[in-house]
């Protein structure tokens, strides 16, 4: 005979399993109420503002020599000696544009330095001073992060990284201030930057989790808690007659075949529910950035006439170092237009530096995982030149995939395995996800692309 107290343990346990597998449900879903209000869609306002993001300001006194300070560039991409050059360039030509607003998608510093952070405030500032409202989102790099280091010839040592409440007050005037509603579990905010236009400035980071000594964490992902928070706000924006924009630091899909196998933390978890929730509540724009690269991605939904694009912007420290500018007229036409650092005072040939950087950079770092395979030096030449081309081509958007995405010519037979285990890395970063990347025009009614 099966004991009561027995049964009680395995109930238990059943629960404990359910709790810990079991999705968020919406509202859309399961109210009547709610499925009555998707059925009505907004008018967008007229509107003009500009995407940056990923800036990595580096307040260079913290060191730009040295061994410790070399070694952390041969694992990076990033132009950070001209971090500060290269902002203050864009923040003259993003004020000559004259935008309504601007957006910030996180990575606002190189590692969380507090002296980097009050860096980058002075130039947000001068950006905010010409009369366009700023808002920002937290990167993973910008909170807790234990990797906020100074560079001292050859040794590393820690300086004042800031935590949640202190990023919240240094930015307090790019996006709190004026926020209409604010979600208790994380740094997320709603602001209404033009009338009838609703941001959703979402914090996606997970910089609660982060601990000293241990890397900060790439993946990003929403509470239960802050999920009900974001349907919350949709469903308000629906009663008030609102159109919505969405703006966060991670994907909220696929950005090329294999994303999410390979860089998974690149693309936020559950991507398939958040992506979905969005749409069905007439999100159309979200921007993103992360990944350092200029693209464009649609989703379309089974048995459901929704759909979602998500814009993510490339970093503006990393070539082509992009920013974004979107018209939204005619109450349903967003135009979509890439603009680039091309040369800044102490370098007029910044677009052939910055990708020559990367490029240079990425082979670094592909030698330093071969030899981790054990590929020998004499073949490591032959296939790495490739990996950057594709990534460099990523990077910038709208790529020509070549016929042959990976020459083997000379490739010993170790080299041939590795090349096959990496095979789809290097056909997705060939591969461009429809629509265009750089320059479109979208029609927020039905989802075709010009």
């Not at 343990?9 to 399993?17: M, T």
């Not at 004020?95 to 990575?107: A, Q, R, T, V, Y």
């Not at 770092?365 to 030449?381: G, H």
Request: overall charge neutral.
């Amino acid at each position: 005979m099966i004991k009561p107290g027995f049964l009680i343990v395995v109930g238990l346990i059943f629960l404990s399993l359910f709790s810990c597998t079991a999705k968020q449900s919406f509202q859309y879903q399961t109210s009547n109420e709610v499925k009555k209000l998707l059925k009505t869609n907004p008018v967008y306002p007229d509107a003009k503002f500009i995407v940056l993001s990923d800036l990595h300001f580096y307040d260079k006194r913290l060191g730009t020599t040295g061994k410790a300070f070399q070694e952390y560039l041969d694992d990076d991409r990033k132009l950070l000696v001209l971090s500060d050059e290269i902002i203050s360039t864009a923040v003259e030509k993003v004020i000559k544009e004259k935008p309504d607003f601007i957006l910030l998608s996180g990575d606002l510093t190189k590692d969380g330095e507090k002296t980097s952070h009050q860096g980058v405030i002075k130039a947000l500032k001068k950006l905010e001073s010409s009369g366009a409202n700023l808002y920002v989102v937290p990167g993973n790099h910008d909170i807790n992060n234990s990797e906020s280091l100074k560079y001292l010839g050859d040794i590393t040592a820690p300086v004042p990284t800031i935590n949640d409440k202190e990023f919240k007050s240094l930015y307090h005037e790019f996006g709190y201030k004026e926020a209409i509603n604010e979600d208790s579990q994380s740094l997320s905010y709603v602001i209404e930057p033009v009338k009838g236009l609703w941001v959703m400035a979402l914090d996606s980071c997970r910089w609660k989790e982060n601990k000293p000594g241990h890397p900060p964490i790439t993946d990003g992902a929403f509470s239960q808690k802050t999920q009900k928070w974001i349907e919350s706000q949709l469903i308000l924006a629906k009663k008030m007659k609102k159109a919505v924009i969405v703006l966060l630091r991670h994907g909220i899909m696929e950005h090329y075949p294999a994303n999410e196998k390979y860089y998974g933390g690149y693309v936020i978890d559950e991507s398939e529910s958040i992506s979905k929730l969005f749409a069905a509540y007439g999100v159309r724009l979200v921007f993103t950035g992360h990944f350092h690269a200029q693209d464009v991605t649609k989703k379309e939904f089974e048995n459901s006439d929704d759909f979602i694009f998500d814009i993510e912007t490339g970093s503006l420290v990393t070539a082509p170092c992009p920013y974004r500018i979107i018209q939204i007229s005619k109450g349903h036409q967003a135009t979509i237009k890439s603009k680039f650092i091309e040369s800044i005072p102490s370098r007029e040939d910044l677009s052939d530096y910055a990708y020559q950087y990367v490029f240079d950079g990425t082979i670094t770092m592909a030698n330093a995982k071969l030899d981790k395979f054990m590929v020998s030096k004499e073949q490591q030449p032959l296939i790495t030149s490739q990996i950057s081309k594709a990534y460099c081509a990523h990077l910038f958007g709208d790529e020509k995939k070549p016929e042959v995405t990976i020459n083997k010519e000379g490739f010993g037979k170790w080299l041939t395995f590795i090349a096959w285990m990496q095979k789809d890395l290097i056909n997705g970063w060939w591969t461009d996800l429809p629509p265009k990347d750089n320059n479109l025009t979208i029609n927020l009614n039905t989802g075709d692309v010009f």
